[in-house]
């Protein structure tokens, strides 16, 4: 999220994060940090207009050996008949300004095919959104 700070300045969007301070595992850093960082910017490209007062959530939970990821956002959500393609390669609601609908696809990728994961989306029109990341890590 650090990493992000130039964009997220130019914007209304607070991010917290909920973590455990002590919490280590062992992985692979650069996946997570792909991840975080299309959710994010996900949000800010689709979520919110600009200027409009967002919150982003990032909750991070270890339990039964499993690391648990929820993202959640306050924006304008999903529509219920998009929510069943936003994983899918090249779909994107953003085509005129720039949007290549990769960034969802990545991160389903990611979590499924190099994490060994799960991830679901739910999502209530202008209610937000719920990304849920289940990985089975080597917590330490």
Not at 34 to 52: D, G, K, M, P, Y
């Given at each position: 999220?650090?990493?992000?700070?130039?964009?997220i300045?130019?914007?209304?969007?607070?991010?917290?994060?909920?973590?455990?301070?002590?919490?280590?595992?062992?992985?692979?850093?650069g996946?997570?940090?792909?991840?975080?960082?299309?959710?994010?910017?996900?949000?800010?490209?689709?979520?919110?207009?600009?200027?409009?007062?967002?919150?982003?959530?990032?909750?991070?939970?270890?339990?039964?050996?499993?690391?648990?990821?929820?993202?959640e956002?306050?924006?304008?959500?999903?529509?219920?008949?998009?929510?069943?393609?936003i994983?899918?390669?090249?779909?994107?609601?953003?085509?005129?300004?720039?949007?290549t609908?990769?960034?969802?696809?990545?991160?389903?990728?990611?979590?499924?095919?190099?994490?060994?994961?799960?991830?679901?989306?739910?999502?209530?029109?202008?209610?937000?959104?719920?990304?849920h990341?289940?990985?089975?890590?080597?917590?330490?």
């Amino acid at each position: 999220v650090f990493s992000l700070n130039n964009i997220i300045k130019k914007t209304n969007i607070d991010i917290f994060i909920h973590c455990k301070n002590d919490l280590k595992i062992k992985s692979h850093a650069g996946l997570y940090s792909q991840i975080i960082t299309n959710l994010v910017l996900n949000s800010v490209r689709h979520a919110f207009t600009v200027n409009e007062k967002g919150r982003i959530d990032i909750t991070v939970i270890v339990e039964s050996g499993s690391l648990q990821i929820i993202y959640e956002d306050n924006g304008k959500g999903i529509k219920k008949h998009i929510l069943p393609k936003i994983f899918d390669p090249f779909f994107t609601t953003n085509r005129d300004y720039g949007g290549t609908g990769l960034g969802l696809n990545v991160i389903y990728n990611i979590v499924t095919s190099q994490l060994n994961g799960s991830i679901k989306c739910s999502s209530i029109e202008h209610g937000g959104v719920r990304f849920h990341i289940l990985v089975a890590e080597n917590i330490l």
